[in-house]
């Protein structure tokens, strides 16, 4: 796997983000998982900037 040169995520004041958060620093997110699936998930995240249920789903299998 190659090195991940994207800008990474920073944290909300509250420390985690929760669904329905909004952002460039939830893209930035949604990029870093989607270059982490390395192909694992079928589909890759929609970089919208929005947690939705696919975002926390990512999260999830990502944690894992």
């Keep these: 796997m ?3 040169k994207a800008a990474l ?3 909300p004041e509250r420390g985690w983000f929760k669904k329905g958060d909004k ?3 939830i893209k930035k997110l949604q990029k870093a998982l989607n270059w982490a699936n ?3 998930i079928k589909a890759p995240l929609k970089v919208d ?3 939705g249920d ?3 789903s990512a ?3 990502f944690e894992e």
Excluded: C, D, Q
């Design 2 to 4: 190659s090195k991940y």
């Design 9 to 11: 995520p920073k944290l």
């Design 23 to 25: 952002g460039e620093e």
């Design 38 to 40: 390395g192909g694992t």
């Design 49 to 51: 900037g929005i947690i």
């Design 54 to 56: 696919l975002t926390v």
């Design 59 to 61: 999260v999830s299998f």
